[in-house]
């Protein structure tokens, strides 16, 4: 945080008290350090103007993945993780300069052992994929050493610039045979007819795994056509998994028939048929929480109460019976589930109707406490506004976000993070006046509970908003 703050000598040293204090120091541990500020000091060097060679010249231990690292940093895409503060927009200075950084990872790459080559080419692939130089990034797709074990995940954006046909064969030649680069290339096509071919081929080569189909990925092909607009296609995949799910052989049954649930879901089959396939999922439950229904390699017995398969399965048909509006049937799958903070979370995604929203906020706090209860509502929020998206739920998570700060005075051990998650709603709502009162309430609770992590996490999100305390 200190070097995100550009505060770099402050980062070492205590990142020289943190490392030499540990019980088994590293042999080299001006290495270690310097390592971890590398990428660093590289973007505070650019952004203050310094040449690249300089700033290299000046950075003890850089090597590709730094490099990569601050020129993500440089481009605004957070490599260390989410902001509050709006987004840098590059200027055509620092884009030459992340150009500069590109060439030098594949070079630097071209010296290196195999697998480290192939990420680090890779790296470079996707910088100017960023920057838009499609000759650059398929020549460094050419470049990629023949493997049979690549690291290889190109982004939707690198297989739009060069093509989805060209960004495969380029994909096989290194390599590469994962089934699932097919979703990506269908998402990055404007052929339609391209696209259907591709997962219909993903789709196969899902439920071809052995020794049972790969029903999470077949569902996320149903996901990936429904997105695409082609529903009938969504619809005859889910209709080929749900006669997968009857007949196929399985660890654990009760999860293919759910997936075959969300698929229909998804693909807009009639409820009918997804009450249908949820009832054929809640068949399969033991009738006793106690029975071993499998056997793990390392673990043992696997108990079906007390593994976490009861608790997921029941998390998962309750989020499709509330999609559908179907409350009481979801509040009674939930009553009396493990960990009810976990999951009700879990359960609760944008894609529940808001109608039906107080129903089961109303039902969870008979399970939860006050505060436990109120973590719930800003998560919720969160997700509707990271997730969903509509006015509507954009109208929701503001209207929450404010009663929990008018409403709520928080002071156990979530209510850091729940302020956390209200400054987040605050900022991408662009509502200074939610951002405002939630930092001033995540550093009044942060300052009443006096730990580390707590105190630490609200000063640096109030650096990161901007705004003056």
């Known amino acids: 945080m200190l070097a995100q703050m550009g505060r770099i ?47 290299i ?15 993500l940093d440089l481009l605004g895409r957070n490599p260390y993780g989410p902001r509050t503060s709006p987004r840098i927009i590059p200027d055509d200075q620092v884009l030459g300069v992340v150009s500069d950084m590109a060439e030098r990872i594949a070079r630097m790459a071209q010296e290196e052992p195999e697998r480290p080559q192939t990420s680090h080419l890779m790296y470079a692939a996707e910088l100017q994929t960023a920057l838009g130089n499609r000759t650059e990034v398929i020549q460094l797709l050419e470049a990629l050493p ?38 990506t290339a269908a998402s990055a096509e404007t052929d339609l007819s391209l696209a259907t071919e591709y997962l219909e081929r993903a789709f196969t080569e899902f439920s071809s795994e052995e020794p049972w189909p790969d029903f999470d990925w077949m569902e996320r092909t149903v996901e990936r056509a429904a997105h695409l607009g082609l529903q009938a296609h969504a619809l005859q995949l889910a209709h080929e998994m749900g006669n997968q799910a009857d007949t196929a052989p399985s660890a654990f049954p009760v999860f293919p028939h759910i997936r075959t649930a969300q698929a229909l879901m998804i693909a807009g089959a009639d409820q009918g048929e997804v009450k249908d396939r949820l009832a054929r999922a809640q068949s399969f439950f033991p009738q006793d929480d106690r029975m071993i229904v499998g056997i793990g390699l390392v673990s043992g017995a696997i108990v079906w109460g007390s593994s976490g398969l009861d608790a997921q399965a029941r998390r998962e048909i309750a989020n499709l ?11 009674q799958i939930m009553d009396g589930i493990d960990d009810p903070v976990f999951a009700w979370n879990d359960m609760l995604t944008s894609e529940i109707p808001i109608d039906t929203l107080d129903g089961l906020l109303d039902a969870a706090s008979d399970a939860l406490s006050r505060e436990e209860h109120a ?3 800003a998560q919720h929020a969160q997700e509707m506004l990271f997730f969903g998206g509509t ?8 209207e929450t976000a ?12 979530r209510a850091v993070l729940i302020y956390s998650t209200l400054t987040r709603i605050g900022a991408r709502l662009g509502d200074r006046e939610i951002q405002t009162m939630a930092l001033e ?21 109030w650096h990161q908003s901007g705004l003056v305390p």
């Open 146 to 183: 023949q493997t049979t074990d690549p690291r290889i995940n190109p982004s939707e954006d690198l297989i739009r610039l060069v093509g989805s046909q060209d960004a495969l064969r380029l994909y096989r030649e290194a390599g590469g045979s994962r089934p699932n680069i097919l979703l």
């Open 57 to 71: 010249e000046r950075t003890p231990d850089v090597d590709p993945g730094v490099l990569s690292i601050s020129a």
């Open 391 to 398: 006015e509507k739920q954009r109208l929701w998570a503001q």
């Open 9 to 55: 000598e402050d980062a070492l040293a205590l990142e020289l008290r943190v490392v030499s204090e540990k019980d088994r120091p590293p042999e080299n541990i001006e290495a270690t350090v310097n390592r971890r500020l590398a990428s660093h000091r590289i973007t505070a060097a650019i952004r203050n103007g310094i040449d690249l060679d300089i700033a």
């Open 402 to 413: 404010t009663a929990l700060l008018q409403t709520e005075e928080l002071d156990g051990d």
């Open 321 to 331: 019976w509330a999609q559908m509006g179907e409350n009481d049937a979801t509040i």
């Open 441 to 461: 309430g995540m550093a009044q609770a942060a300052l009443n509970s006096r730990e580390f992590s707590d105190l630490i996490s609200a000063g640096y999100q």
């Open 375 to 377: 973590y719930i509502r």
